[in-house]
């Protein structure tokens, strides 16, 4: 025989309803033996306490109750249900006359949620011809006189189930009301929390069935609650044991006293979907899984208290004080965390319990508090308990990482005598984020990376468009998801939690207005997005402004703009202060090179040990371009710059090269990454423009180019023979003293050197050190192009990724 354990929603008006009937047919055409019991359907219970409380307000119910009766009586009008009905409507008069009600007359109310659900399934099944019979179990399950949370008179109960069940025809089919009792003088007694599954594995092992399967909404146990975490896994079987310990950590379809009825007699369990008949479910059973089961709960509405005191500190019998004056208030102590100095310890209790401990431990230590041995007892609310079951603290390290790289703070942290089950403590706003980063390192899904990219332009609509061609091919190869939340230009942001997709071109000119940095934050935050990258691919000095607030709300930064690392020294050292205060990454490789590997190198070379004498080079592959076509064809200059502007070589601005500022930001950067503490005005710079160019508007300056051709053709004429000319940056001098020697120029160097063999928009980079002597280390390739700037990013992307793992 089996017991078919239906809850509420599975018992809801219409799909469910009609499944649980399916599913009861089926179970008949297939000859099985069973008895179905129930709870009270959807939401009658909850209904029902608002009535009640409406009732004892001497509020107006008749509308609630209208709608409460015509919701029990629509799936079978046929049903008599009158008999509950009026008895309910009598209960309510006589509260609203007095005003208040007992615990005994709300266990007797809210029995009738029961009591309806067993009438209504029976008519449904009478109509599709299965023979039944409603068993109310206040006939069997005897209780104290506990309401509300009746306890169980074992031996006497198991003798009616028997008695009243060895009666019933086996043709028949029983549907029994969970949930509710009697005590010894018959008065409705209810046996508490999750009291309809308790009262199904009591029946159950009254009756030595051979397995209890409980219906509900969900396809079993999952690794995590699956509305937390998409990626949540349902998990096959459990031991007894397993499930006790998800039970008493907040697991929300278990409870650890459902479970103990069944171990007596190795009863299983197993948790179906009554919407989903493909799904296996969960089973729970005596049989050992052979492996260490993980799975993440999370407990709400529960409070931290912390006591903190020198007094505390190596006297006797204050942990003693504590628990007793909590347990004469009948308060629940769940995690506990004592400092190792014993001069502090925390610990949970529920939230509304709260106020109730902080003044019952006040009147315990007045006098330790007015002698000052102790600070004042206080309490955190707004907190969640997060707990990994089947989890050792030594292999638990690497979510501990990504908890701090997400900024998640853990304010208590406690590991169980039997190294298995590890219970976190966060801020209530952070448990949603921290069950997602908890589950990806345990169970190693797929990682997920939140990416906001600020400027959509030739460098940042060249780099969404390339994430979005390579996404499922990392996410094959590297179980990293990679989703574009954010894109924000200067007009818009279009955001999207799932990621963006190919059409967000013209999804972001249908997208809100950009409102700000906050904008994306609070998005970030209201979504609980994890491991977030903030990507600058636009040109603006203003935007770094940002950069702090960023790393403080979570994410690394990326960039391609050069205005950060060539600011003034203090804010560049600002920077790195917040970096490493919030343990977050910063990368630009594309501030110098484009995609070339030249400031990891440099990095690598300098923190080595390498003393570097020198770096000189093309470092900007727009006048690579334009000097490299100038030297070598006989068109006017005018020309190649309007090939390298329309190529989208330079910034778009042409000034912002030709003025050498570019150039000289890049070789700043370097410099300060050999620790040298420049600053931009004090690089000697070479600037291309003539004076009368240097002011007005971009327009303005193009509409007159041919007005540089004299200049630089008189340039080309007056150099020597097999020479060419070049832009460079030179960084020399003492480098180890506190600053260097920048200078950029527009030099003549011979065609066959290696700066003058350079071609198309190539850069090249000389690196000079003490141990290569006047062997430079040289670093050449493509130094422009939003395709190859693009691509440095995603590199950086892509190295942030693999040193946050």
Same mark, same amino acid.
């Given at each position: 025989?089996?017991?078919?354990?239906?809850?509420?929603?599975?018992?809801?008006?219409?799909?469910?309803?009609?499944?649980?009937?399916?599913?009861?047919?089926?179970?008949?055409?297939?000859?099985?033996?069973?008895?179905?019991?129930?709870?009270?359907?959807?939401?009658?219970?909850?209904?029902?306490?608002?009535?009640?409380?409406?009732?004892?307000?001497?509020?107006?119910?008749?509308?609630?109750?209208?709608?409460?009766?015509?919701?029990?009586?629509?799936?079978?009008?046929?049903?008599?249900?009158?008999?509950?009905?009026?008895?309910?409507?009598?209960?309510?008069?006589?509260?609203?006359?007095?005003?208040?009600?007992?615990?005994? $007359? !709300?266990? &007797?109310?809210?029995?009738?949620?029961?009591? /309806? *659900?067993?009438?209504?399934? +029976?008519? %449904?099944?009478? =109509?599709?011809?299965?023979?039944?019979?409603?068993?109310?179990?206040?006939?069997?399950?005897?209780?104290?006189?506990?309401?509300?949370?009746?306890?169980?008179?074992?031996?006497?109960?198991?003798?009616?189930?028997?008695?009243?069940?060895?009666?019933?025809?086996?043709?028949?089919?029983?549907?029994?009301?969970?949930?509710?009792?009697?005590?010894?003088?018959?008065?409705?007694?209810?046996?508490?929390?999750?009291?309809?599954?308790?009262?199904?594995?009591?029946?159950?092992?009254?009756?030595?069935?051979?397995?209890?399967?409980?219906?509900?909404?969900?396809?079993?146990?999952?690794?995590?609650?699956?509305?937390?975490?998409?990626?949540?896994?349902? $998990? !096959?079987? &459990?031991?007894?044991?397993?499930?006790?310990? /998800? *039970?008493?950590?907040?697991? +929300?379809? %278990?409870?650890? =006293?459902?479970?103990?009825?069944?171990?007596?007699?190795?009863?299983?369990?197993?948790?179906?979907?009554?919407?989903?008949?493909?799904?296996?479910?969960?089973?729970?059973?005596?049989?050992?899984?052979?492996?260490?089961?993980?799975?993440?709960?999370?407990?709400?509405?529960?409070?931290?208290?912390?006591?903190?005191?020198?007094?505390?500190?190596?006297?006797?019998?204050?942990?003693?004080?504590?628990?007793?004056?909590?347990?004469?208030?009948?308060?629940?102590?769940?995690?506990?965390?004592?400092?190792?100095?014993?001069?502090?310890?925390?610990?949970?209790?529920?939230?509304?319990?709260?106020?109730?401990?902080?003044?019952?431990?006040?009147?315990?230590?007045?006098?330790?508090?007015?002698?000052?041995?102790?600070?004042?007892?206080?309490?955190?609310?707004?907190?969640?308990?997060?707990?990994?079951?089947?989890?050792?603290?030594?292999?638990?390290?690497?979510?501990?990482?990504?908890?701090?790289?997400?900024?998640?703070?853990?304010?208590?942290?406690?590991?169980?005598?039997?190294?298995?089950?590890?219970?976190?403590?966060?801020?209530?706003?952070?448990?949603?984020?921290?069950?997602?980063?908890?589950?990806?390192?345990?169970?190693?899904?797929?990682?997920?990376?939140?990416?906001?990219?600020?400027?959509?332009?030739?460098?940042?609509?060249?780099?969404?468009?390339?994430?979005?061609?390579?996404?499922?091919?990392?996410?094959?190869?590297?179980?990293?998801?990679?989703?574009?939340?954010?894109?924000?230009?200067?007009?818009?942001?279009?955001?999207?939690?799932?990621?963006?997709?190919?059409?967000?071109?013209?999804?972001?000119?249908?997208?809100?207005?950009?409102?700000?940095?906050?904008?994306?934050?609070?998005?970030?935050?209201?979504?609980?997005?994890?491991?977030?990258?903030?990507?600058?691919?636009?040109?603006?000095?203003?935007?770094?402004?940002?950069?702090?607030?960023?790393?403080?709300?979570?994410?690394?930064?990326?960039?391609?703009?050069?205005?950060?690392?060539?600011?003034?020294?203090?804010?560049?050292?600002?920077?790195?202060?917040?970096?490493?205060?919030?343990?977050?990454?910063?990368?630009?490789?594309?501030?110098?090179?484009?995609?070339?590997?030249?400031?990891?190198?440099?990095?690598?070379?300098?923190?080595?040990?390498?003393?570097?004498?020198?770096?000189?080079?093309?470092?900007?592959?727009?006048?690579?371009?334009?000097?490299?076509?100038?030297?070598?064809?006989?068109?006017?200059?005018?020309?190649?710059?309007?090939?390298?502007?329309?190529?989208?070589?330079?910034?778009?601005?042409?000034?912002?090269?030709?003025?050498?500022?570019?150039?000289?930001?890049?070789?700043?950067?370097?410099?300060?990454?050999?620790?040298?503490?420049?600053?931009?005005?004090?690089?000697?710079?070479?600037?291309?423009?003539?004076?009368?160019?240097?002011?007005?508007?971009?327009?303005?300056?193009?509409?007159?180019?041919?007005?540089?051709?004299?200049?630089?053709?008189?340039?080309?004429?007056?150099?020597?023979?097999?020479?060419?000319?070049?832009?460079?940056?030179?960084?020399?001098?003492?480098?180890?003293?506190?600053?260097?020697?920048?200078?950029?120029?527009?030099?003549?160097?011979?065609?066959?050197?290696?700066?003058?063999?350079?071609?198309?928009?190539?850069?090249?980079?000389?690196?000079?050190?003490?141990?290569?002597?006047?062997?430079?280390?040289?670093?050449?390739?493509?130094?422009?192009?939003?395709?190859?700037?693009?691509?440095?990013?995603?590199?950086?992307?892509?190295?942030?990724?693999?040193?946050?793992?």
């Amino acid at each position: 025989m089996l017991i078919l354990k239906f809850g509420g929603k599975s018992l809801s008006n219409g799909i469910g309803l009609n499944k649980v009937v399916s599913i009861i047919q089926h179970k008949i055409n297939s000859k099985e033996k069973f008895v179905v019991v129930l709870s009270a359907r959807g939401n009658a219970t909850d209904e029902l306490e608002q009535i009640l409380d409406l009732a004892a307000q001497n509020k107006s119910y008749i509308a609630e109750w209208e709608l409460f009766k015509n919701e029990q009586s629509k799936p079978c009008p046929e049903a008599n249900l009158q008999t509950e009905f009026t008895q309910l409507e009598k209960l309510f008069e006589g509260v609203k006359l007095t005003g208040d009600y007992s615990l005994k $007359i !709300k266990d &007797l109310v809210l029995a009738h949620g029961e009591l /309806l *659900a067993i009438k209504l399934l +029976s008519a %449904l099944l009478q =109509k599709n011809g299965i023979r039944n019979i409603p068993v109310d179990s206040r006939t069997f399950f005897k209780t104290d006189s506990n309401f509300g949370n009746a306890h169980l008179k074992e031996d006497l109960s198991a003798k009616n189930a028997r008695l009243i069940f060895d009666q019933i025809p086996t043709d028949t089919l029983a549907i029994v009301s969970g949930f509710i009792a009697s005590n010894t003088r018959n008065e409705t007694t209810t046996l508490g929390r999750n009291g309809s599954n308790y009262s199904a594995a009591l029946l159950a092992k009254f009756l030595d069935v051979k397995e209890l399967q409980n219906y509900t909404h969900v396809d079993g146990i999952f690794t995590a609650n699956p509305n937390q975490v998409e990626d949540a896994r349902v $998990i !096959k079987h &459990l031991n007894y044991q397993e499930a006790s310990e /998800l *039970a008493n950590f907040g697991a +929300s379809i %278990l409870h650890a =006293k459902t479970i103990i009825p069944l171990i007596e007699k190795q009863i299983p369990l197993r948790i179906l979907n009554t919407f989903n008949s493909l799904s296996e479910g969960t089973l729970i059973s005596s049989e050992n899984t052979n492996k260490n089961v993980k799975s993440i709960s999370v407990q709400n509405d529960v409070g931290i208290i912390h006591i903190e005191g020198k007094g505390m500190l190596g006297k006797t019998g204050i942990d003693s004080r504590i628990f007793n004056t909590l347990s004469q208030k009948e308060i629940s102590v769940g995690v506990i965390s004592q400092g190792s100095s014993e001069r502090s310890i925390g610990f949970i209790i529920a939230k509304n319990q709260t106020k109730i401990a902080v003044s019952a431990l006040n009147h315990e230590f007045r006098n330790e508090l007015i002698e000052k041995d102790m600070d004042a007892i206080s309490a955190c609310l707004d907190v969640s308990v997060i707990t990994v079951v089947g989890q050792h603290l030594n292999s638990f390290s690497g979510s501990l990482q990504a908890l701090a790289k997400n900024n998640i703070e853990l304010l208590l942290i406690n590991n169980t005598l039997n190294g298995k089950n590890i219970s976190l403590v966060v801020n209530q706003k952070n448990a949603h984020k921290a069950v997602n980063i908890i589950h990806s390192q345990i169970f190693g899904i797929t990682k997920k990376v939140n990416i906001a990219v600020f400027g959509k332009g030739n460098v940042g609509g060249s780099f969404i468009q390339q994430i979005l061609k390579s996404q499922k091919k990392i996410e094959d190869k590297k179980q990293i998801k990679l989703i574009l939340f954010a894109v924000i230009g200067t007009k818009n942001t279009l955001l999207n939690k799932n990621g963006v997709g190919t059409d967000w071109k013209s999804d972001y000119e249908l997208a809100e207005p950009n409102l700000g940095i906050q904008q994306i934050i609070q998005f970030a935050s209201e979504n609980h997005l994890e491991n977030l990258v903030a990507i600058d691919n636009t040109a603006s000095a203003d935007f770094t402004k940002n950069y702090e607030v960023l790393i403080e709300n979570g994410f690394d930064l990326i960039s391609s703009n050069k205005h950060a690392n060539t600011a003034d020294y203090q804010f560049y050292k600002s920077i790195r202060n917040q970096l490493k205060k919030y343990n977050k990454h910063y990368l630009y490789e594309t501030n110098v090179g484009a995609g070339l590997p030249l400031i990891d190198t440099i990095k690598l070379l300098h923190d080595s040990g390498e003393n570097i004498t020198q770096i000189r080079g093309v470092f900007s592959g727009s006048l690579s371009y334009l000097f490299n076509r100038f030297s070598s064809e006989d068109k006017p200059f005018s020309i190649y710059l309007k090939e390298a502007m329309d190529k989208g070589y330079t910034e778009p601005d042409p000034r912002e090269d030709l003025s050498g500022n570019d150039v000289a930001r890049k070789l700043l950067i370097l410099a300060r990454e050999l620790d040298l503490a420049n600053e931009f005005d004090e690089i000697q710079i070479k600037n291309l423009i003539p004076e009368e160019f240097r002011n007005g508007d971009v327009f303005q300056f193009t509409s007159n180019l041919e007005k540089l051709n004299s200049t630089f053709q008189n340039l080309k004429s007056h150099q020597e023979k097999d020479h060419v000319l070049r832009y460079i940056g030179n960084l020399h001098g003492d480098l180890q003293q506190e600053k260097g020697i920048l200078e950029v120029d527009l030099v003549s160097v011979p065609k066959q050197s290696s700066l003058g063999q350079l071609s198309g928009s190539d850069s090249i980079f000389e690196i000079y050190t003490e141990s290569y002597g006047d062997k430079p280390i040289v670093i050449q390739g493509a130094g422009a192009g939003a395709e190859v700037t693009a691509r440095g990013v995603f590199g950086d992307l892509l190295r942030i990724v693999e040193k946050n793992n």
